[in-house]
């Protein structure tokens, strides 16, 4: 969301649908490429879309609401994370995370990484690049000075979202097919708690004063498989669940507004569950 308005990839149309926050109303469909599956806010202000069967990001100007430019990455793109003046790209289809140039929205550089990354987040202080390989079942760590492989962490099966805290010193990581949540040390490295939650896990956000987490529980064993699903609400000051609300029919991502009062969760059997939080 860019605070007035909210963004969401339409992986069938290989379109973004853009809808007014104050009205819950669709006012605008962009098209991007095909299978279109993330679509994040940079720095720079420009609206990045990850069309994983194109193996193309579309740059989208949301003053606009137009298709700035595509970029070619290759490899099955999903997840984004931004800093160091780049966006890294995941490459589940090759196994590698693009660098782009957020500047010239050019790929510049890839990095070999484990089976099928798909999350990505980069630490506060813009050191280290944390992916999940979702095939193999452990954690990339990166060192983004030279971009190379520090360490890898086994994690549960199938992780596929990663979320750091604003202090730098926690990472929360789903693990879709484990169906808990793994909470990482990253002074350590090491996976100190797994916290149980919902059915099939597929997404986490955090709240801004970093007490709660919120995840979604996709609740069905594949993309086609779908169910009632629902958000685990974890106090993160005592990584306990302490609450859990139904949604829309395969939820599949969240996004809370910018006043960190309402969850946005998109839900693949169609529409959007907005959550008083």
Same mark, same amino acid.
């Given at each position: 969301?860019?605070?007035?308005?909210?963004?969401?990839?339409?992986?069938?149309?290989?379109?973004?649908?853009?809808?007014?926050?104050?009205?819950?109303?669709?006012?605008?469909?962009?098209?991007?490429?095909?299978?279109?599956?993330?679509?994040?806010?940079?720095?720079?202000?420009?609206?990045? *879309?990850?069309? $994983?069967?194109?193996?193309? &990001? @579309?740059? /989208? !100007?949301? #003053? +606009?609401?137009? %298709?700035?430019?595509? =970029?070619?990455?290759?490899?099955?793109?999903?997840?984004?994370?931004?800093?160091?003046?780049?966006?890294?790209?995941?490459?589940?289809?090759?196994?590698?995370?693009?660098?782009?140039?957020?500047?010239?929205?050019?790929?510049?550089?890839?990095?070999?990484?484990?089976?099928?990354?798909?999350?990505?987040?980069?630490?506060?202080?813009?050191?280290?690049?944390?992916?999940?390989?979702?095939?193999?079942?452990?954690?990339?760590?990166?060192?983004?000075?030279?971009?190379?492989?520090?360490?890898?962490?086994?994690?549960?099966?199938?992780?596929?979202?990663?979320?750091?805290?604003?202090?730098?010193?926690?990472?929360? *990581?789903?693990? $879709?097919?484990?169906?808990? &949540? @793994?909470? /990482? !040390?990253? #002074? +350590?490295?090491? %996976?100190?708690?797994? =916290?149980?939650?919902?059915?099939?896990?597929?997404?986490?956000?955090?709240?801004?004063?970093?007490?709660?987490?919120?995840?979604?529980?996709?609740?069905?064993?594949?993309?086609?498989?779908?169910?009632?699903?629902?958000?685990?609400?974890?106090?993160?000051?005592?990584?306990?669940?302490?609450?859990?609300?139904?949604?829309?029919?395969?939820?599949?991502?969240?996004?809370?507004?910018?006043?960190?009062?309402?969850?946005?969760?998109?839900?693949?059997?169609?529409?959007?569950?907005?959550?008083?939080?």
């Amino acid at each position: 969301a860019t605070g007035t308005r909210g963004y969401i990839a339409n992986q069938a149309a290989g379109t973004v649908s853009v809808f007014d926050v104050a009205t819950n109303t669709i006012t605008n469909t962009i098209a991007v490429g095909s299978s279109p599956t993330n679509v994040a806010l940079a720095p720079n202000g420009k609206l990045y *879309v990850s069309n $994983q069967a194109a193996g193309t &990001v @579309s740059v /989208i !100007d949301p #003053a +606009t609401d137009t %298709v700035l430019t595509t =970029i070619d990455v290759g490899g099955q793109p999903i997840g984004f994370a931004f800093g160091n003046g780049v966006g890294y790209v995941t490459g589940g289809g090759g196994d590698i995370v693009t660098v782009i140039d957020l500047t010239t929205n050019t790929a510049v550089s890839t990095i070999a990484v484990g089976g099928h990354p798909a999350g990505a987040a980069l630490a506060p202080d813009g050191t280290h690049l944390y992916v999940t390989n979702q095939f193999v079942g452990n954690l990339t760590i990166i060192t983004t000075a030279d971009n190379q492989i520090a360490n890898t962490l086994p994690l549960g099966l199938y992780p596929t979202v990663v979320k750091i805290n604003d202090a730098g010193t926690l990472a929360y *990581v789903t693990n $879709q097919f484990s169906n808990v &949540v @793994s909470v /990482i !040390d990253l #002074a +350590t490295n090491t %996976v100190t708690e797994s =916290i149980a939650v919902g059915t099939t896990p597929i997404d986490i956000q955090l709240s801004a004063d970093g007490t709660r987490a919120y995840v979604v529980n996709f609740s069905g064993l594949s993309s086609n498989d779908l169910h009632p699903g629902s958000v685990s609400v974890i106090d993160l000051t005592t990584n306990t669940v302490i609450g859990t609300f139904d949604v829309g029919v395969g939820p599949i991502g969240a996004a809370l507004s910018p006043s960190g009062d309402l969850l946005y969760v998109v839900n693949a059997g169609g529409g959007v569950s907005v959550v008083s939080v």
